[in-house]
Structure formats: C-alpha cells, structure tokens
C-alpha cells in the first residue's frame, strides 16, 4: 500500500526558512506527479507546489519566488524548500501522490517572532 510520510515542520521566524520532506513507500512508478497542500484554521486545503511526471512545476502566486519542490527519485522522496515565510504561511502541510486519495498525515508550520 502507498504511504506518505512528512517531516520538518516547525516553529521559524518571519523571512526565515523550512525544508519540508515527504517520505513515500509502495509507489510503483519511478517518478510520480507530487504535490504539497496546506490548511490553515477555518479555510479549506489549497494548493502550494506540484510537480508533475516530467518534472515541470507550478505555484500559486501566493507562494511563487519563495518555494520550491524538488523530487529524489532514487530517495523516493519528494521536499518543499520554503524561504523568506510570513505570518500567512501558517498552516498544516501536507503531501499528496497526484491523480490519488493517498495523503500524508501532514505536519505544522507556525511562523511567528
């Protein structure tokens, strides 16, 4: 069965950074379509990174110049490299194997002085 698994949430000041990872087992393709969502108190889960199965990416402009996903495929794991985090960025984040129900159990940013 497919599990997705994050780690690197935490507590970071304003402008500082986060390196978020998302650990998968029971994939059967080399190089899946990924994505990271987040969730923040009393708003729905949206959408921050993807990357697709031939490596293209896209963001919301909410996030766009400040994140960045990446994907080790001998690792089968894929990462959100956050910098520059404001206030907004709190929330749950978490991992998703695109075009599937399959979701990490996600893990908390709070960006706060």
């Known amino acids: 069965q497919v599990q997705l698994a994050e780690s690197g949430g935490g507590l970071v000041q304003p402008g500082g950074s986060l390196t978020l990872s998302c650990a998968t087992s029971?994939?059967?393709?080399?190089?899946?379509?990924m994505g990271w969502y987040r969730r923040a108190p009393g708003k729905q889960r949206e959408v921050v990174a993807r990357?697709?199965?031939?490596?293209?990416?896209n963001y919301p402009d909410s996030v766009k110049g400040r994140f960045t996903i990446s994907r080790d495929d001998a690792a089968k794991t894929a990462y959100l490299q956050m910098n520059n985090l404001k206030p907004e960025d709190t929330a749950v984040y978490y991992c998703h194997l695109l075009g599937t129900l399959n979701w990490g159990q996600g893990t908390q940013v709070t960006v706060s002085s």
């Open positions: 990357i697709f199965i031939n490596g293209s990416t």
């Open positions: 029971g994939i059967m393709y080399s190089r899946p379509g």
